[in-house]
């Protein structure tokens, strides 16, 4: 009995001195599966940049494996085994830690001190604002986070809700009850602090003093004069008569504005607004210039043909009738190609044969081509024969078969087609053998018995016969 109860004693005592001395065994106690936290590079970085851990047995799995820089996890991106790539996380507080990984039971810290590099600022722009306008700052080693205060403007801290930062590029806002004159701009991290070399200079409510040319055509650029513009073409707002317009640049003392396409009247007033800032109006009235015909493409075709205006003060939008041919007026729709310096239409369909002026109103304004536009309507007189099968060879005489507006035409606008005389359905078009501008040959098309309607088209303009040609069986 003595002997089990020494055996009893003798194992515990064993298993106590074991529990106790591992306490001291990193091995046995922290670091069961051989983990090896071997080094790290590089040993310097900004916060948002990668860094390379190498050691043994980190597995493969990225969720598995922590790594803290000081007291701060770190985002672990990927991991094989012998290194792992984290990146330097935004919330770092001391510019100089100690890297830890944990896997499973194994705990293990560096014996080098990894050190965040002080933030960076390339540039601040714009260098001139107004107060609550945007300034971007762009550089490296900035806090991509909310949680921190990083930004100074002046002597104000800037609240970090006001910021939306970026690794590279933070944003912030002006605040609103700076007064004018110049301030530093700089960035802070870990204790780290970035002055920028430029400082912003905050300016005085915008004056507006003028404008010149006094008088221009739609999509012309004239320009504004005044003073704390700005130099955000987004921020500076201009319209003609309530009309919005393109401010195209703006640099604090002067702004290039396009007449708008949509002015309503032919004498306005321009305005600007910034915001935060009350509305100005211009002394004086902006004075539109009435649109100008230069020249048409053509000065003669049919319904459908294609004609260029040319000129200057069009209006470059689908929105309005502005074209007008005789007293047709053309949908603005149906423009082809709106553009202030040409429009593009269709000679309107249905439309008698003669001479047409052709105009184009603006804000009220009219202006008229140099020279009418001659519509001519092609004539069917009569053909032979009044019947026949496939392949019969009809002659069809009569006026205006050619368009005479495209050297080398032939008739390759010009077109020939049977339907049924009652409805007008089954339509077949004829091969075309011959054509000169009074006389056509063209086979006839197979077709079923019965008689049909005979059409004759040159661009969009068609002229049929009164007479039915009756189609037999072969």
């Not at 039971?105 to 002080?118: M, Q, R, Y």
């Not at 063209?442 to 016969?465: D, E, I, N, R």
């Amino acid at each position: 009995m003595k002997k089990v109860q020494f055996l009893f004693v003798q194992a515990t005592v064993c298993l106590l001195l074991l529990v106790g001395c591992g306490g001291d065994n990193d091995e046995l106690s922290t670091n069961p599966d051989g983990v090896a936290f071997s080094d790290f590079s590089p040993k310097t970085a900004f916060i948002g940049e990668k860094v390379t851990i190498y050691g043994q047995n980190l597995g493969t799995n990225p969720l598995a494996l922590i790594v803290t820089f000081g007291d701060v996890v770190a985002p672990v991106m990927s991991v094989d085994g012998t290194a792992a790539t984290v990146i330097v996380p935004d919330d770092i507080e001391e510019s100089s830690a100690r890297l830890e990984l944990r896997i499973n039971l194994a705990s293990l810290k560096s014996d080098k001190t990894f050190t965040v590099k002080a933030p960076v600022i390339e540039s601040v722009s714009p260098t001139s604002v107004l107060p609550g306008q945007e300034v971007v700052i762009k550089g490296n080693g900035f806090r991509n986070s909310q949680r921190f205060d990083q930004v100074k403007f002046g002597n104000t801290v800037l609240k970090r809700e006001s910021v939306d930062p970026g690794n590279t590029e933070l944003h912030f806002y002006v605040p609103a009850d700076a007064t004018p004159g110049k301030y530093a701009v700089s960035v802070t991290v870990a204790g780290l602090t970035t002055i920028a070399t430029e400082q912003v200079e905050v300016t005085g409510p915008p004056v507006f003093s003028g404008f010149s040319p006094a008088t221009a055509f739609i999509g012309e650029e004239i320009t504004l004069t005044g003073e704390n513009l700005g130099t955000d073409p987004d921020r500076l707002a201009v319209s003609f008569g309530g009309v919005s317009a393109t401010v195209v640049s703006v640099n604090n003392t002067s702004a290039k504005v396009i007449v708008p396409d949509d002015i309503e009247a032919s004498s306005v007033s321009i305005r600007i607004s910034l915001p935060g800032e009350e509305l100005l109006t211009s002394g004086n009235n902006f004075i539109l210039k009435a649109p100008v015909i230069e020249s048409l493409s053509l000065t003669r075709g049919y319904s459908g043909q294609l004609v260029s205006i040319i000129g200057k003060g069009f209006r470059k939008s689908y929105r309005f009738d502005q074209v007008a041919f005789g007293s047709k007026v053309i949908e603005g729709g149906s423009v082809a190609e709106p553009g202030n310096n040409e429009l593009l239409i269709s000679v309107p369909d249905r439309l008698a044969a003669g001479k047409y002026p052709v105009s184009v109103t603006v804000a009220g304004m009219t202006a008229t081509a140099p020279e009418q536009f001659e519509v001519i309507v092609q004539s069917v007189t009569s053909y032979t024969p009044a019947s026949g099968s496939r392949y019969t060879t009809m002659t069809i005489t009569g006026t205006g078969f050619v368009d005479k507006n495209y050297t080398g035409n032939k008739g390759g606008n010009t077109s020939v087609s049977f339907s049924d005389f009652a409805t007008g359905l089954n339509t077949r078009s004829g091969l075309v053998t011959s054509i000169t501008d009074t006389q056509i040959t063209v086979l006839v098309p197979q077709l079923w018995p019965g008689t049909y309607k005979v059409t004759v088209g040159v661009q969009a303009s068609y002229v049929s016969f009164e007479e039915p040609f009756t189609y037999e069986e072969e």
